[in-house]
């Protein structure tokens, strides 16, 4: 019987694949056989994480590119196509908030910079946009391919203190919905298009926000937990799972799903 959760062999485009979400999701795949096409805006994490895949027994290249810059993002499709022929999979992983755009309890929305709003903004939306406009193109060609991109719970219910990167989320699953719908209806049942939805998980962006100088837990992490039925925080590698699956022949009906992978968080009134 054929593995329906079998993705060895395809061929992924990974944005964000330095940071610490697109590293894991990588390494993942690239573990599951498939080939890795590494890609993010800082070389020397590029490189560094295109060593690691490899050294893990991956195939992979590293392609530097900027998802706000769509002929970066038509460079980066010519040279895939050139390389392996076509794109199987595209995972938007790149995006996360910024200092200037996080209201502390001291500060106030209105105090918080235009531009920091619009880089925010646009590094979560139009980065998720952009990529899928010109990687979606050319699975379009085929018609096949898998787009995943990444909301928050953010995207779920209001969180205080990052109006910017919730309000991007929010357009992430609405936008993951839109292009799911449009892909079927145009070109078929062989492009899919889902999100995942991360609860909560401790990394370099949050961590002043959630763990206190003396590793003990914030408030914020207190009212995080107590809303989690699980009772923890997520660790970075049990997103990998849902990613490999909505990959894979298993998910072949499922197209606009935003997946809470939360602990129960989303589904919870806190009662």
Excluded at 114 to 125: G, H, M, Q
Excluded at 185 to 191: M, R, S, T
Excluded at 234 to 245: K, P, R, S, Y
Excluded at 250 to 270: C, E, K, N, Y
């Amino acid at each position: 019987m054929d593995n329906l959760f079998c993705i060895e062999g395809k061929v992924a485009i990974v944005t964000g694949a330095g940071g610490v979400l697109g590293g894991s999701i990588a390494l993942s795949l690239a573990k599951a056989g498939v080939k890795i096409v590494a890609t993010d805006i800082r070389p020397e994490q590029l490189e560094t994480r295109v060593e690691e895949l490899r050294a893990a027994g991956g195939e992979a290249i590293g392609i530097t590119g900027n998802v706000l810059d769509p002929e970066s993002l038509e460079k980066l499709a010519e040279q895939v196509i050139d390389k392996w022929g076509r794109v199987d999979i595209l995972l938007n992983i790149a995006g996360g908030n910024m200092p200037g755009a996080t209201i502390n309890p001291d500060r106030h929305f209105h105090e918080m910079k235009i531009a920091d709003w619009e880089k925010v903004t646009s590094l979560n939306l139009n980065g998720t946009v952009y990529p899928s406009m010109v990687i979606g193109k050319v699975m379009a060609e085929r018609k096949a391919g898998c787009i995943i991109n990444v909301s928050s719970m953010a995207a779920f219910a209001a969180l205080t203190r990052i109006p910017g990167y919730s309000a991007a989320k929010a357009g992430v699953s609405n936008f993951t919905q839109w292009l799911a719908t449009e892909m079927a209806q145009k070109y078929g049942d062989g492009i899919r298009v889902n999100a995942i939805a991360p609860g909560f998980f401790i990394g370099d962006q949050n961590r002043a926000m959630l763990i206190n100088p003396d590793g003990s837990l914030t408030e914020r992490s207190q009212k995080i937990l107590a809303k989690t039925p699980m009772g923890r925080f997520g660790d970075i590698t049990e997103l990998n799972g849902a990613v490999q699956f909505l990959c894979s022949d298993a998910a072949s009906f499922i197209t606009g799903v935003v997946l809470p992978i939360d602990g129960g968080f989303s589904a919870f009134s806190g009662v």
